[in-house]
């Protein structure tokens, strides 16, 4: 059975602090690892896709990377509105369902 | 539609009562996911469609759950004979088709469910 661990729970950032997110998965051969944005009351929002170690991706502030046993996404000189639930899932080869962890809330202060 | 949209989007209904969830996919997409998600937690899987097909009915936790896409668009996830414990968000997904390529998943909103 596919499993996602994500660590810390909750984060509490300065504006401008750097810091990243952690996702540990265990995978009968991973078809992809997926990262999702969510937002109070609002259902997930797609963030990016990683397929195969050492890809790395970039979305203004948010930077994911990939190896065979986790995946971070970072966050550069956070701000406010990057507040928000950041949820890491995986899916297996053969299967489209996700399995998803219990996500990272984080906090900016301004 | 520009995104995925669910109906109603809050339900609150007695013990024993019926229900029946409603999501309209993006259009032109041919995969379809239910989800339920908890407070604080992530959305966990409970069934899939390609077209009308239900292809993984796995997370369904029990036969009071089913599902139905009839016409490869909009699907319907009914639970029979509810109970406290279904009280939940329930959340529908669709993605291009079962590509590597076209497989993000796109969420809509969400029913929140209250059973009584």
């Known amino acids: 059975e596919d499993q996602v661990t994500q660590s810390p729970e909750a984060l509490r950032l300065q504006e401008g602090e750097s810091s990243s997110l952690n996702c540990s998965y265990t995978?009968?051969?991973?078809?992809?690892l997926f990262w999702y944005r969510q937002d109070p009351g609002k259902g997930p929002e797609f963030l990016f896709t990683l397929y195969s170690a050492g890809e790395e991706k970039e979305k203004e502030r948010l930077k994911a990377t990939l190896t065979k046993k986790e995946s971070f996404l970072h966050i550069t000189a956070p701000k406010p509105e990057d507040s928000a639930t950041y949820l890491c899932?995986?899916?297996?080869?053969?299967?489209?369902?996700?399995?998803f962890g219990a996500g990272t809330t984080v906090t900016v202060r301004a | 539609g520009a995104g995925v949209s669910q109906s109603p989007r809050y339900k609150v209904t007695k013990r024993g009562q019926d229900v029946a969830l409603r999501c309209d996919p993006i259009s032109g997409h041919v995969s379809l996911y239910w989800y339920r998600q908890a407070l604080g937690q992530g959305p966990e899987f409970l069934t899939y469609f390609n077209y009308e097909a239900q292809q993984d009915k796995s997370g369904l936790p029990n036969d009071r759950f089913s599902a139905e896409r009839p016409e490869g668009s909009i699907s319907t996830l009914t639970i029979q004979r509810t109970e406290q414990r279904d009280s939940a968000m329930y959340r529908c997904?669709?993605?291009?088709?079962?590509?590597?390529?076209?497989?993000?998943?796109?969420f809509g909103p969400g029913t929140r469910l209250t059973v009584l």
């Open positions: 995978v009968s051969g991973l078809r992809g």
């Open positions: 899932a995986v899916a297996g080869v053969n299967d489209y369902k996700l399995s």
């Open positions: 997904a669709s993605s291009l088709g079962p590509t590597t390529s076209t497989d993000t998943q796109y």
